[in-house]
């Protein structure tokens, strides 16, 4: 039985901890703690370790879900996460004042690890604020020279997540379905 690694991240609030419990098919195991500087967000507590889950396929192959922090005080923990990891999740929240921004920084942090795998972009919140667009996701990532899938994603939605993690595993290996 194969096992893979794959490593969710994004700001605070895009709902990385959220999606790992949407589609982890065992209870998750989340680090999160009540941070006063939360209570700007629309929630009260943060991860400041970890997010961990698994997802089952249905041809046996297990996937380890792992969610970093938000928070760049706890960015220690983004390259001990990616260790042995097979590709990423980038959540945005198009809420955020500059979604663009977030984009940019978590692939430029996340660099080296997604040079040698490959990444999948989720757009949360979108039903809270509809811009920018997935096309306009696009054009800016094609102004940086990356290609990757993205898509609107609500993190509360297990068949949302469950596409962007196929989407990342189809990029990674177009044959699998085939295998
Ligand atoms: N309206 C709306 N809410 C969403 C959507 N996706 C996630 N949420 C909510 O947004 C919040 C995300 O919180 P978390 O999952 O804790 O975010 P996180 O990325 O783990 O944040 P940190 O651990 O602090 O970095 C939760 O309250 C979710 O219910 C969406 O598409 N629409
Ligand atoms: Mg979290």
Known sequence: MSQYKIIFTGPVGAGKTTAIQS?????????????????????????VAMDYGIMNLDDGE???????????????MWDILTVGGIGLILLLDN????????????????GNFISDTSVAIGVTQMDLNSK????????????IGLNPAVFSVDAR??????????????????????E
């Open 23 to 47: 589609i982890s098919d065992v209870p998750p195991v989340k680090t999160d703690a009540a941070a006063s500087d939360m209570t700007k967000s629309r929630k009260s507590a943060t991860t």
């Open 62 to 76: 297990k996937i380890h879900l792992y969610g970093t922090p938000g928070q760049e005080r706890f960015d220690f």
């Open 95 to 110: 809420t955020r004042s500059d979604p663009f921004q977030d984009m940019k920084f978590f692939l430029d942090s996340f």
């Open 132 to 143: 920018p667009t997935i096309a306009d996701y696009h054009m800016q990532l094609e102004g």
């Open 157 to 178: 939605v297990k068949q949302d997540v469950s596409l962007l993690v196929q989407s990342l595993l189809f990029s990674l290996n177009p044959g699998l379905e085939d």
